[in-house]
């Protein structure tokens, strides 16, 4: 179910690589597949669950694994945008 309510069917699972705007790749395994979403949404705990760590603080987000820094940005309004270079 999104923000107005609407249901939307769930088409299946997978993993993709992701290639970020920094040029790091990172795997993510058990993405849901929705066809009628018009955005990619990275689920935070799902990152975490993976081992990432996510900061989000009043104005940037990070994402980290261990000691490698694999992305970050700025927050926009109340988003933290991120932009997927290709898969």
Known sequence: QIGNAEELQLSGFGTIPLRLPNWNEITIQQV?????????????????????????????????????????????????PHTVVGH
Do not use: A
């Open 32 to 80: 849901s597949h929705i066809p009628e979403l018009k955005q990619s949404l990275i689920s935070i705990s799902m990152l975490v669950d993976h081992g990432y760590r996510t900061t989000l603080n009043e104005s940037i987000w990070r994402i980290s694994k261990g000691n490698m820094h694999i992305d970050h940005g700025v927050k926009y309004k109340t988003l933290y």
